[in-house]
């Protein structure tokens, strides 16, 4: 089972905002990382650290957190951002990840 | 720019022994974490566990009695072991730069079944 929790979908109209959240305790001290897939594709890094991207990522994604809650947000949502969007974060020695949130753009 | 490319049987009979390796082009290798990371069909991603070149190695809670994974710095080359495999390890299995938080790059992916 997942020690972070997602949504497992969210939809959000061409051109429009979305935020996905990623909530668990390793996020009070820890960074969450976010990472983009498309079907029959490895993920992508996305945000890393507290609002990194890495190199060919567009600044459309952004990335905040509270407490125990991360929030990674896509500003002007485009169609070729459907995909499944999954977090993850330290956990002391090791590493846990959300359970993943489909992202549909209507 | 880092490529990762992993090899290792796709199809298992139960109890079996999974094997992967990973080699890495481009980039240090020495200085970082490697990880091992899969998805069943359908599912979520789970980190199963890293090592570095020192012999250093954490695995997951859930695996931990399973897994072994090691590290040949002389070859570039990361390696996972999975011991008596079932059903439920049928996954695609990825191996990654491990920053020690962000998985920065991935391999292609190996999709392993267990079957009898």
């Known amino acids: 089972s997942s020690e972070l929790t997602q949504d497992p979908a969210v939809s959000v109209a061409l051109g429009q905002t979305v935020r996905i959240t990623c909530q668990g305790d390793s996020l009070r001290n820890f960074f969450a990382c976010w990472y983009q897939q498309k079907p029959r594709q490895a993920p992508v890094l996305l945000i890393y650290g507290e609002k990194n991207r890495p190199s060919g990522i567009p600044e459309r994604f952004s990335a905040s957190s509270s407490g125990n809650t991360a929030s990674l947000t896509i500003t002007g949502a485009q169609a070729e951002d459907e995909a499944d969007y999954h977090c993850n974060s330290r956990d002391g020695d090791h590493v846990v990840f959300g359970g993943g949130t489909r992202l549909t753009v209507l | 720019q880092v490529q990762l490319q992993q090899w290792g049987a796709g199809l298992l009979k139960p109890s079996e022994t999974l094997s992967l390796t990973c080699s890495v082009y481009?980039?240090?290798?020495?200085?970082?974490?490697w990880s091992w990371v899969r998805q069943p069909p359908g599912k979520g991603l789970e980190w199963i566990g890293e090592s570095n070149h020192r012999g250093s190695a954490k695995y997951n809670p859930s695996l931990r009695s399973r897994v072994t994974t090691s590290v040949d710095t002389s070859k570039r080359q990361f390696s996972l072991h999975l011991t008596s495999v079932t059903a439920a390890d049928t996954a695609v299995y990825y191996c990654?730069?491990?920053?020690?938080?962000?998985?920065?790059?991935w391999g292609q992916g190996n999709l392993v079944t267990v079957s009898s």
């Open positions: 990654v730069r491990d920053l020690r938080g962000p998985f920065d790059f």
């Open positions: 481009g980039g240090s290798f020495s200085g970082f974490f």
